[in-house]
T-cell receptor, first 108, second 114 residues
Framework: GQNIDQPTEMTATEGAIVQINCTYQTSGFNGLFWYQQHAGEAPTFLSY????GLEEKGRFSSFLSRSKGYSYLLLKELQMKDSASYLC?????????FGAGTTVTVRA | IAGITQAPTSQILAAGRRMTLRCTQDMRHNAMYWYRQDLGLGLRLIHY???????GKGEVPDGYSVSRANTDDFPLTLASAVPSQTSVYFC?????????????FGAGSRLTVL
């Protein structure tokens, strides 16, 4: 079975940093994804980690520890447009299992 | 614009009726997926297809069926809709290869079963 946990909600101030944690217990593992989903829209791809360590992409970074079943998404220099849900997903046999998502609210 | 087209965008349906949600992609992706998204539960996989002519069951397949007659189309059918199938349905596609399986999602179909 799949068990993917992430916080339900987080609030942060514009310009600040927010870290969204994701822990997983899955029957198989071929990598971990982060997706962003604005309200009423489709999810869009943010990042992918298959090896341990940090992947950096501009203001967004993602970290993976396979031995701990743990990942985080780091959002730096927060902007109002970053208010969205962030979905952690584990790739198992080329099918993605998603966590329930973390809603991030950025306040001025 | 290349991508995934879903239809209808929104539909209200009486319980017991049959409904087909349509999904078409023009990216020549070999794999396609149907997810439903419910508040507090996230995206859950209903059915998938790794290539034309093959389909598989996901996490919540009961009450749904799919077909994959060609690469581009992957319709999802509710044979006899029930209120618990009220949800937002997302179709997705990807190139299944040895590397990352990045999903591209359609805009979603909001279905209400009364």
């Amino acid at each position: 079975g799949q068990n993917i946990d992430q916080p339900t909600e987080m609030t942060a101030t514009e310009g600040a940093i927010v870290q969204i944690n994701c822990t997983y217990q899955t029957s198989g593992f071929n990598g971990l994804f982060w997706y962003q989903q604005h309200a009423g829209e489709a999810p869009t791809f943010l990042s992918y980690n298959v090896l341990d360590g940090l992947e950096e992409k501009g203001r967004f970074s993602s970290f993976l520890s396979r031995s701990k079943g743990y990942s985080y998404l780091l959002l730096k220099e927060l902007q109002m447009k970053d208010s969205a849900s962030y979905l952690c997903a584990v790739n198992n046999d080329y099918k993605l299992s998603f966590g329930a998502g973390t809603t991030v609210t950025v306040r001025a | 614009i290349a991508g995934i087209t879903q239809a209808p965008t929104s539909q209200i349906l009486a319980a017991g009726r049959r409904m087909t949600l349509r999904c078409t992609q023009d990216m020549r992706h070999n794999a396609m997926y149907w997810y439903r998204q419910d508040l507090g539960l996230g995206l859950r996989l209903i059915h998938y297809s790794n290539t034309a002519g093959t389909t598989g069951k996901g996490e919540v397949p009961d009450g749904y069926s799919v077909s994959r007659a060609n690469t581009d189309d992957f319709p999802l059918t509710l044979a006899s809709a029930v209120p618990s199938q009220t949800s937002v349905y997302f179709c997705a596609s990807s190139v299944v290869a040895s590397g990352a399986n990045v999903l591209t999602f359609g805009a979603g179909s909001r279905l209400t079963v009364l």
